[in-house]
Each structure stands twice: as C-alpha cells, then as structure tokens.
C-alpha cells in the first residue's frame, strides 16, 4: 500500500501566486489532516477533516482552504501565497481521528518568496 | 492550554547504549499519547500510542510508560542502532474535544557506530 501520498514534493511560489497541495490516502481513513511544521514551533494543524464532504479550521487556518470532495483526497489551498507560508506541509489521515494512531505523508516542502 | 515539552532537544549515544526520552505536558487531563519517530525529509511515523487508561506500551525494543499524574512519558529504546537516528516526537490529545494533537517539538537522537 502507498499509504499517504502528497504531490508536490517540493515547490516555490512567488508572493500573491496561488497553488494547491494534494493529499491522497488509500487506507480508507475517515479523518484527515494538514499541519504545517516550521523550525522552533513544532507542528501546527491547520485543517482537518472527519468525513468527505465535511472540513473543519485547526489552529492555524487563515490564508488556507480545504476540500474533500472524495474520500481519498484532501486538497490544501493557498489563495495568494505569502512569505510567512514558507514551511513544511504534512498530510496525515487515521482510522478513528486522533484517538488512533495518524499515517503522514512525506511532506511538501514550500518556499514563497 | 495545553504545552508539552521534549528535554533534551538533541541527544547523542554510543550504539549499543539503552536510553531514555522523555515528554512531559501541563494538563493532565489526557486521552491518549503518542509517540512518532521522524527521518530527515519525511513524514512523521507513529510508533506507541498510549491510552490515558494504561501505564506503558512496548514494541520490539520501544517501551513507552505514561505517569498522568506527573504530566509524564518516557521512551525507552533498548540496545540502541545506528538506525535509530530520528527525531522523536511525542503529542497529546487536547481538552475540548477537538482533533487537535499538541506536539513537543522533539529530540533529536544520534546513535554513534
């Protein structure tokens, strides 16, 4: 199994372009997750997901959008990217939320510059 | 609000030498804890999660207690291996009903051939 798949591995963004990062999941998880982890702050989630269809604001939501149309995949968008969005972003998905152990993918290396 | 702290942030170790993490958080009021390693430029992969109802969990040379009363973990790594070299990373489940884990911002083990 592939387990959590993100695409891109990497990418760099100038300020005010937009993208999005793909999440993709073959376990048949409910639940879903984005955090971002940056250097001295540990990881932070951003949004999260119970079920497809239903999205929900983590701790650091603004500047972010989210859907889950399917079940598999959970989209991470960025509007007009800023310099304070550079970061690592990690997907991850599980079972029974986070009262079961979470599966992260490798992670999406981002720079906005 | 709930904080957890990993001490030391960076740890280095003969191979073959047992050794000890710890994590310790401010509310005890938990449901479960877990503990994930991370390899440079990957995701996070989970290794014990511990239910607020029991005292340790262990896999293969992994053994991690819980102390709730203490605001307390510890991760125990017997006979360690070259390979072991990761960041260490422990979170908890904070009050509100939320999905949002509280992470330390981990250690970083070396284990020296």
């Known amino acids: 199994n592939a387990g959590v798949t993100q695409t891109p591995k990497f990418r760099v963004l100038k300020t005010g372009q937009s993208m999005t990062l793909l999440c993709a999941q073959d376990m048949n998880h409910e639940y879903m997750y984005w955090y971002r982890q940056d250097p001295g702050m540990g990881l932070r989630l951003i949004h999260y997901s119970v079920g497809e269809g239903t999205t929900a604001k983590g701790e650091v939501p603004d500047g972010y959008n989210v859907s889950r149309l399917k079940k598999q995949n959970f989209l991470l968008g960025l509007e007009s990217a800023a310099p304070s969005q550079t970061s690592v972003y990690f997907c991850?998905?599980?079972?029974?939320?986070?009262?079961?152990?979470?599966?992260f993918g490798n992670g999406t290396r981002l720079t906005v510059t | 609000k709930q904080e957890v702290t990993q001490i030391p942030a960076a740890l280095s170790v003969p191979e073959g030498e047992n050794l000890v993490l710890n994590c310790s958080f401010t509310d005890s009021a938990i449901y479960n804890l877990q503990w994930f390693r991370q390899d440079p430029g990957k995701g996070l992969t989970s290794l014990l999660l511990i239910q607020s109802s029991q005292r340790e969990q262990t896999s293969g040379r992994l053994n991690a207690s819980l102390d709730k009363s203490s605001g307390r973990s510890t991760l125990y790594i017997a006979a360690s291996q070259p390979g072991d070299s990761a960041t260490y990373l422990c979170a908890v489940i904070a009050q509100g009903g939320s999905e949002k884990l509280v992470f330390g911002k981990g250690t970083k083990l070396t284990v020296n051939p």
């Open positions: 991850a998905s599980s079972r029974q939320g986070i009262y079961s152990p979470l599966h």
